[in-house]
């Protein structure tokens, strides 16, 4: 008996050797960026840390979405939101052939719909338009400089469109600071959608384009099917 014992506790305390000298690197990464965002709120302006705390406070009491100053501010609120958001659980896997890129940016998309109490059909929608505008990416533009220097999933150069959704500073959609970002970029699409009267009950292309005036109108229809299973994905 006592060799059973013995040979037990051995195997325990093994198997616990191992599991520490796993964890060990992560924990290791883990205090490494809360010493980077110590750092990042020690620099911050205030506007832009009162920005992050009503964020914060958005997610976790479930609050309506609250306007804040400058899109400076804005841009803040939606990254924490969107680190927030994230910590509730993984990611799905990406479906419909999209990348993980592409996948984390739909995921944006359909977030910002949720916070705006718009229905799934809006999600899909939004998805559609940027798998048609986009495919999924973040684009800046080589005639918009302030664009090149946003984080980006490439170039594009048609007029002075930017972003998810190739909105377009000189057509008043917004900044190109704003229009770079994919939350701001979203919330502006959901905005101008809910201006379309019964957008609900229009055939998709119809919608996106009544949003979009694209020189193809019917071109977001062929992504109706992936774009929904995309959704389907991220809401379930």
Same mark, same amino acid.
């Given at each position: 008996?006592?060799?059973?014992?013995?040979?037990?506790?051995?195997?325990?305390?093994?198997?616990?050797?191992?599991?520490?000298?796993?964890?060990?690197?992560?924990?290791?990464?883990?205090?490494?960026?809360?010493?980077?965002?110590?750092?990042?709120?020690?620099?911050?302006?205030?506007?832009?840390?009162?920005?992050?705390?009503?964020?914060?406070?958005?997610?976790?009491?479930?609050?309506?979405? /609250?306007?804040?100053?400058g899109s400076g501010d804005q841009q803040a609120a939606s990254a924490?939101?969107?680190?927030?958001?994230?910590?509730?659980?993984?990611?799905?896997?990406?479906?419909?052939?999209?990348?993980?890129?592409?996948?984390?940016?739909?995921?944006?998309?359909?977030? &910002?719909?949720?916070?705006?109490?718009?229905?799934?059909?809006?999600?899909? /929608?939004?998805?559609?338009?940027?798998?048609?505008?986009?495919?999924?990416?973040?684009?800046?533009?080589?005639? &918009?400089?302030?664009?090149?220097?946003?984080?980006?999933?490439?170039?594009?150069?048609?007029?002075?469109?930017?972003?998810?959704?190739?909105?377009?500073?000189?057509?008043?959609?917004?900044?190109?600071?704003?229009?770079?970002?994919?939350?701001?970029?979203?919330?502006?699409?959901?905005?101008?959608?809910?201006?379309?009267?019964?957008?609900?009950?229009?055939?998709?292309?119809?919608?996106?384009?009544?949003?979009?005036?694209?020189?193809?109108?019917?071109?977001?229809?062929?992504?109706q099917d992936e774009a929904e299973a995309v959704v389907a994905a991220?809401?379930?």
């Amino acid at each position: 008996m006592q060799a059973i014992v013995n040979d037990v506790t051995r195997t325990v305390a093994g198997s616990l050797t191992t599991a520490l000298d796993r964890l060990h690197p992560a924990l290791v990464r883990l205090l490494a960026g809360l010493d980077q965002a110590q750092s990042a709120l020690n620099r911050m302006h205030p506007a832009r840390l009162r920005a992050l705390v009503l964020a914060v406070l958005i997610v976790c009491l479930g609050a309506a979405p /609250i306007s804040l100053a400058g899109s400076g501010d804005q841009q803040a609120a939606s990254a924490v939101v969107s680190a927030v958001g994230d910590s509730r659980g993984a990611a799905p896997a990406p479906v419909a052939g999209l990348s993980r890129t592409q996948m984390d940016h739909a995921r944006t998309i359909v977030r &910002v719909g949720q916070q705006m109490n718009l229905p799934e059909r809006a999600y899909v /929608i939004a998805v559609a338009t940027s798998m048609q505008e986009t495919n999924l990416r973040n684009l800046a533009n080589t005639g &918009v400089p302030a664009s090149l220097h946003k984080a980006n999933d490439g170039v594009g150069y048609d007029h002075d469109s930017v972003g998810l959704f190739q909105q377009r500073p000189a057509s008043g959609w917004g900044s190109p600071d704003e229009l770079m970002d994919p939350a701001t970029s979203a919330r502006k699409f959901y905005q101008a959608l809910q201006d379309v009267p019964g957008w609900q009950h229009l055939p998709l292309t119809v919608a996106a384009q009544e949003v979009q005036g694209s020189a193809f109108p019917d071109a977001y229809a062929k992504h109706q099917d992936e774009a929904e299973a995309v959704v389907a994905a991220l809401t379930k």
